[in-house]
C-alpha cells in the first residue's frame, strides 16, 4: 500500500498557511449579541479576543442557510486581550431561525485569522415610537420597593467544588456582583447521597463537613439567609412507596430537621432565622394537604426547641391556583397557629412561546394576592408570603429565552408585579445551571443578561415608598417609581423589543426643584450594566430618553437638592448638609434622635438592631462636588458604643470596600472622637455615592454617632443631624437582654401604657405580668422563651415598639 503519510502532513501545512497567519495569541474568543434580531435595528454585539499585534476585530450577522450577509461592524485594536462592543445595523434579512452572529480576529486587510459564533434569529420587526410616563410623588400606592424579593435560589451552592473553600472563585466573584437581598438554599441534591450537592451521608445522616464548608464560604455578601428542607432521603426507609411520609416516622423526620437547625445555628452560630419546610409537597398530598400541614406543625415545633429565634414556613406549593386552592386551604387551616409564612411556586408557559407571551406572563404577583386573601379567610395572624420560585417555564430542556435578554425583561416585570402584590419575599429559579440560571452551569459561571438587572436593583435601588406612575402605552414600556428621602427613581422596563423616546412628567412636587441632571444605570440587551448622566430637561421636555430594546433602566432624579450652591455654608471652604439634603436608608434598624449630651450640636443618632444584620447609610446627592477629596482626607465622627461596627463606602458602580471600627475606636461605650483616612478605602473619592453602617450581631446594643463629616486641613464638609426627638426616645426599656422582668421608665413623660408583647413572626406572647412597683412599671417576662420580642407601648397618643431579647 502507498505510503500517504508525507503527503498528508504537506498537505495539512499547506492549508494551515491558507486559512491565515494565525498564530496561538490571535484568538476571537467568545461573540454575545441577542438571541433574537428584527430587521432595521441596530444590536450591541460584544466580541471577546486576544491579538498578537495591531488587529481588527468585526462582526457579521450571516443567514446560515446561503450564508448570505445581512449586517456588520468593525473596529481596531491594538496588541493585547480584551473586549469590544460593536453596534451592528442590520439590513432587511427575513424571518427565520437559521441565523448567527460571527465574531471575527482580522488582520488589518480584513484577511481572518480567528473567528467564533453565536445562534441568534430573525423576528417581526416590532414598531418604535414614543411613551409619556407620568409620576405622581402625592400619591403613594402603600407599597414599599422590596429588595426581598429580588432574591435568588442557590442550587449550585450546595456543591463544595462550587461554593466551599476550594470551590470556583467565579462563581463567589459573580454571585457575590448579583448581590441578591434574599437567599434560598434549595436543591434535590440536598437529600440524594451520590450526588455532587448532597449533604447527606450514604445512610441519610447529616454530613456536617459538607454543610459547614458550603455555609461558611458560599456567601461573602450581606443578604437574608432561607434553608429548605425538601423531605427525607429515601434511604432513610421513612416514605411509603406513594411518597408519603410513614406515619410511624414523622417524629424521626422532625428529630432529624432540627439536627440541621441545631447544627447551623447553635454549632455553627449562624443564626440563620428562616426555615422553609418540605418542598411541594401538595402533589404527594393530593385532597390531603391537611396532613401535609400536621407534618409541618410537628417539624416546626421540634425545630423550635433548639432555636426559639426561628421562623418556620412552607409548604413550597407547587400549584397554588385556583383549581387545586383547597390544597392550600386545607394546609392553612391545619398550621394557622404555627406557620410564619406560606410559599409557593410557578412556572407560567409550557411548549414553545415568543417573547411577547414571555413578558405577558411576567404579571403573576396575582399569585400573592389570592395567598394572602385566602389566608385572611382563615386568621387574622399577620405573616409573611413568599413567592420563592418562579421562571418562565419548568421544561428541563435547552430554550434560549430562559437566559438572554428576554428572560432579563420577564424577571424585571415579575419583580414590580410582586412589589405591587405586597409579597414579602421573592426567589427566581435560579442563579446557575444549564437551563435557568442567571449564570452559566457549564463551570465558567459567566454572566447573562439578567444577572445585571439582579446587580443594578439589589445595589442602585432605594427601599422608598412606591407612587402612583402612568404609562401611556404599557405594551411597550412598564414602570414602577419609588420616592423618598430627596430623591425619585424610576424604573422602566422596555418589552416592546424596539427602540422607544419616553419622556417623563413629575406631578406633586409642590414647589420643589429637580436636579438638572437624572442618573442613568441601564442594563442592556447584550448582558452588561453601563451608567452615565442625561439632562432633566431632555427627559421631561425634550427628545425623551431612549430606551432600546429588551433594556431595563433605572432614572434617578433629585428631588429638592438642586445645585451644589443652594447647600447651606458650613465654613468658607466646605458645605454643611441638613438631613434633607443628603439620603439616608435604613434596614432592620430602629433609627432615634437624642439629645441627651450631645457631644456636637443639639442632637446625634442612635442606632439599634433588630434582626440578625442590619445597616444605617448617608447617601450622597449626584450634585455634591467631590472632586477635589484625596488622601488627606478623612471621614471624622464622634462615636459612643461597645459594639464593632463595620463602616462601608460604596462607589456609584457598586465597589465598596469597608474597615472595621474597632481599629479605630476604643468602644468603650463613651463619646469618643473617630477619623478613618479615607486612603483606607481602596475605592475611587471623587465617586463615593454612600457611607453605611454595619453591624452583624449576637447580642442587640445601641450604637451612637454624631457629626459625620470629611475633613481636610483647608476642606470641611459635615452632615448635621437635626430631628425632633421620637417619643420612642423619651422611654427606657431595661435590662436587655432581660432574663426576668423589663423596667419601662418614662423619664417624667405622659403616663406609658403596655399594649402587648409580640414575637418577631407577629405573634403575641401570654406568658407576661404587669406590675407596679416602687413608681415602676415592670413586665414579668421570665415565662416567655428565649428569643427578639417587641414591646409595643402608648405614649399619650403615640404609639412606639422597643425591640429587646429574652434570654
Known amino acids: 500500500m502507498t505510503n500517504f503519510k508525507p503527503f498528508i502532513f504537506v498537505f495539512f501545512c499547506s492549508l494551515l498557511l491558507l486559512l491565515g497567519k494565525a498564530t496561538a495569541a490571535d484568538v476571537a474568543q467568545s461573540v454575545s449579541g441577542p438571541s433574537s434580531v428584527y430587521p432595521q435595528q441596530v444590536f450591541d454585539v460584544t466580541v471577546q479576543y486576544q491579538a498578537d499585534a495591531n488587529r481588527q476585530v468585526s462582526v457579521y450577522l450571516f443567514n446560515t442557510s446561503n450564508w448570505q450577509l445581512h449586517g456588520s461592524a468593525s473596529v481596531q485594536v491594538a496588541a493585547g486581550s480584551g473586549s469590544v462592543t460593536l453596534q451592528v445595523p442590520v439590513n432587511n434579512p427575513p424571518v427565520g431561525t437559521d441565523y448567527q452572529w460571527t465574531g471575527k480576529v482580522e488582520e488589518l486587510n480584513g484577511n481572518q485569522l480567528s473567528q467564533t459564533s453565536q445562534w441568534c434569529q430573525v423576528l417581526f420587526a416590532p414598531t418604535t415610537g414614543e411613551v409619556e410616563v407620568t409620576v405622581d410623588l402625592s400619591n403613594p400606592t402603600g407599597r414599599k420597593v422590596n429588595k426581598r424579593v429580588m432574591g435568588l435560589n442557590l442550587f449550585q451552592a450546595f456543591k463544595p467544588s462550587v461554593s466551599g473553600a476550594n470551590g470556583s472563585a467565579d462563581y463567589k466573584q459573580n454571585l457575590a456582583a448579583m448581590k441578591p437581598s434574599h437567599v434560598r438554599f434549595h436543591s434535590w441534591e440536598m437529600v440524594r447521597p451520590g450526588t455532587s450537592g448532597t449533604w447527606v451521608d450514604s445512610n441519610g445522616n447529616w454530613d456536617f463537613a459538607k454543610v459547614n464548608d458550603v455555609l461558611s464560604n458560599a456567601i461573602s455578601f450581606d443578604t437574608e439567609v432561607l434553608i429548605n428542607i425538601p423531605w427525607p432521603p429515601e434511604e432513610k426507609g421513612w416514605l411509603n412507596a406513594d411518597g408519603t411520609l410513614n406515619v410511624?416516622?414523622?417524629?424521626?423526620?422532625?428529630?432529624?430537621?432540627?439536627?440541621?437547625?441545631?447544627?447551623?445555628?447553635?454549632?455553627?452560630?449562624?443564626?440563620?432565622?428562616?426555615?422553609?419546610?418540605?418542598?411541594?409537597?401538595?402533589?404527594?398530598?393530593?385532597?390531603?394537604c391537611a396532613e401535609l400541614g400536621k407534618i409541618f406543625n410537628l417539624i416546626a415545633a421540634e425545630c423550635k426547641k433548639v432555636d426559639p429565634n426561628i421562623l418556620t414556613g412552607g409548604p413550597a406549593f407547587e400549584k397554588p391556583f385556583a383549581e387545586h386552592i383547597q390544597n392550600v386551604r386545607d394546609f392553612m387551616e391545619t398550621t394557622k397557629e404555627t406557620v410564619d409564612f406560606i410559599s409557593y411556586h410557578s412556572y407560567h408557559l409550557s411548549g414553545e412561546f415568543d417573547h411577547q407571551q414571555i413578558f405577558n406572563a411576567g404579571n403573576w404577583g396575582w399569585v400573592t394576592n389570592m395567598m394572602r386573601g385566602e389566608w385572611e379567610n382563615i386568621s387574622s395572624r399577620k405573616i409573611e408570603f413568599h413567592h420563592n420560585e418562579y421562571n418562565i417555564s419548568a421544561d428541563m430542556r435547552t430554550i434560549p429565552d430562559r437566559v438572554n435578554e428576554a428572560s432579563m425583561v420577564f424577571d424585571a416585570m415579575m419583580m414590580v408585579s410582586l412589589m405591587n402584590a405586597g409579597a414579602d419575599v421573592a426567589d427566581a429559579w435560579n442563579e446557575s445551571d444549564g437551563w435557568f440560571?442567571?449564570?452559566?452551569?457549564?463551570?465558567?459561571?459567566?454572566?447573562?443578561?439578567?444577572?445585571?438587572?439582579?446587580?443594578?436593583?439589589?445595589?442602585?435601588?432605594?427601599?422608598?415608598?412606591?407612587?402612583?406612575?402612568?404609562?401611556?402605552?404599557?405594551?411597550?414600556?412598564?414602570?414602577?417609581?419609588g420616592y423618598g428621602n430627596g430623591r425619585m427613581q424610576l424604573l422602566l422596563i422596555n418589552r416592546s423589543e424596539a427602540e422607544q423616546q419616553v419622556t417623563v412628567s413629575i406631578n406633586g412636587l409642590d414647589g420643589q426643584p429637580v436636579g438638572s441632571q437624572v442618573e442613568v444605570s441601564r442594563c442592556i440587551q447584550s448582558g452588561g450594566l453601563q451608567h452615565t448622566d442625561v439632562d432633566y430637561t431632555t427627559v421631561s421636555t425634550g427628545d425623551g430618553y431612549v430606551s432600546k430594546a429588551y433594556e431595563v433602566t433605572l432614572l434617578t432624579f433629585d428631588i429638592g437638592g438642586g445645585s451644589a450652591s443652594d447647600y447651606?455654608?458650613?465654613?468658607?471652604?466646605?458645605?454643611?448638609?441638613?438631613?434633607?439634603?443628603?439620603?439616608?436608608?435604613?434596614?432592620?434598624?430602629?433609627?432615634?434622635?437624642?439629645?441627651?449630651?450631645?457631644?456636637?450640636?443639639?442632637?446625634?443618632?442612635?442606632?439599634?438592631?433588630?434582626?440578625?444584620?442590619?445597616?444605617?447609610?448617608?447617601?450622597?446627592?449626584?450634585t455634591v462636588n467631590k472632586s477635589d477629596w484625596n488622601q488627606g482626607h478623612s471621614l471624622s465622627f464622634q462615636l459612643k458604643s461597645t459594639v464593632n461596627y463595620e463602616l462601608k463606602v460604596f462607589q456609584g458602580d457598586g465597589q465598596s470596600d469597608k474597615v472595621n471600627l474597632s481599629s479605630y475606636a476604643s468602644l468603650s461605650g463613651n463619646w469618643e472622637q473617630v477619623e478613618i483616612p479615607l486612603s483606607d478605602f481602596n475605592i475611587d473619592y471623587a465617586q463615593l455615592k454612600e457611607i453605611q453602617f454595619y453591624n452583624l450581631w449576637q447580642t442587640a446594643s445601641p450604637f451612637a454617632f454624631d457629626d459625620l463629616k470629611v475633613v481636610a486641613s483647608t476642606n470641611l464638609r459635615q452632615f448635621s443631624v437635626t430631628s425632633a426627638a421620637d417619643p420612642a426616645d423619651v422611654v427606657l426599656v431595661y435590662p436587655n437582654p432581660a432574663t426576668h422582668s423589663l423596667i419601662v421608665n418614662a423619664q417624667g413623660a405622659a403616663a406609658v401604657e403596655v399594649l402587648g408583647i409580640y414575637q418577631a413572626s407577629g405573634i403575641a406572647a401570654q406568658n407576661y405580668q404587669l406590675l407596679q412597683e416602687e413608681g415602676q412599671l415592670k413586665v414579668m417576662v421570665g415565662q416567655l422563651p428565649a428569643g427578639l420580642y417587641y414591646l409595643n407601648l402608648r405614649i399619650g397618643n403615640e404609639k412606639i415598639s422597643k425591640p429587646f431579647i429574652k434570654q
Open 248 to 288: 410511624a416516622h414523622y417524629l424521626d423526620f422532625a428529630l432529624w430537621c432540627a439536627e440541621l437547625v441545631d447544627y447551623v445555628n447553635n454549632t455553627m452560630q449562624l443564626n440563620v432565622r428562616y426555615w422553609e419546610l418540605t418542598n411541594e409537597r401538595d402533589g404527594v398530598y393530593y385532597g390531603n
Open 437 to 481: 440560571g442567571k449564570l452559566e452551569g457549564n463551570g465558567s459561571f459567566s454572566r447573562r443578561p439578567s444577572s445585571y438587572l439582579f446587580e443594578m436593583l439589589n445595589k442602585e435601588f432605594d427601599q422608598a415608598n412606591i407612587v402612583s406612575t402612568n404609562s401611556s402605552n404599557d405594551s411597550k414600556i412598564v414602570t414602577l417609581s
Open 568 to 622: 447651606h455654608f458650613y465654613s468658607e471652604s466646605g458645605d454643611e448638609f441638613q438631613q434633607e439634603n443628603g439620603f439616608n436608608s435604613q434596614y432592620a434598624m430602629t433609627v432615634s434622635s437624642k439629645s441627651d449630651g450631645a457631644p456636637e450640636g443639639n442632637n446625634y443618632l442612635q442606632l439599634e438592631t433588630n434582626a440578625h444584620y442590619a445597616n444605617y447609610a448617608f447617601k450622597f446627592p449626584s
